[in-house]
């Protein structure tokens, strides 16, 4: 099993940035995929990026294209999410997840292992 927790979140300015990390723990050396999803007051949780173990493929929603950068750092067990020119419509709590295996999804029932969450609040 993969344990996450998410860091980073906070109150920032529109048009501001924000890296959110997220420390995996637990089977860490075996092949797994790291997602982010968020989730915006009274609406459903949404995809947001995935990479591949070896950062070698990466997939975004297309709100977060040129927008949010995914990557992962396996000697250190973090992944991150770099989010750049936030807008108030950003404000969400989310999510790190991970599934063991090597395909993208963006459906968040291919992913088992979940992190609490981290709240972004984008102000305009």
């Known amino acids: 099993q993969v344990q996450l927790v998410e860091s980073g979140g906070g109150l920032v300015q529109a048009g501001g940035s924000l890296r959110l990390s997220c420390a995996a723990s637990?089977?860490?050396?075996?092949?797994?995929?790291m997602g982010w999803f968020r989730q915006a007051p009274g609406k459903e949780r949404e995809f947001v990026a995935a990479?591949?173990?070896?950062?070698?493929?990466?997939y975004y929603a297309d709100s977060a294209k040129g927008r949010k950068t995914i990557s992962r750092d396996n000697a250190g067990n973090t992944g991150y999410l770099q989010m750049n020119s936030l807008k108030p419509e950003d404000t969400a709590v989310y999510y790190c997840?991970?599934?063991?295996?090597?395909?993208?999804?963006?459906?968040?029932?291919?992913?088992?292992?979940w992190g609490q969450g981290t709240q972004v609040t984008v102000s305009s």
């Open positions: 637990g089977r860490t050396s075996s092949n797994y995929v």
């Open positions: 990479i591949s173990w070896s950062s070698s493929s990466t």
């Open positions: 997840a991970a599934r063991y295996g090597s395909a993208l999804y963006t459906s968040q029932n291919r992913y088992d292992y």
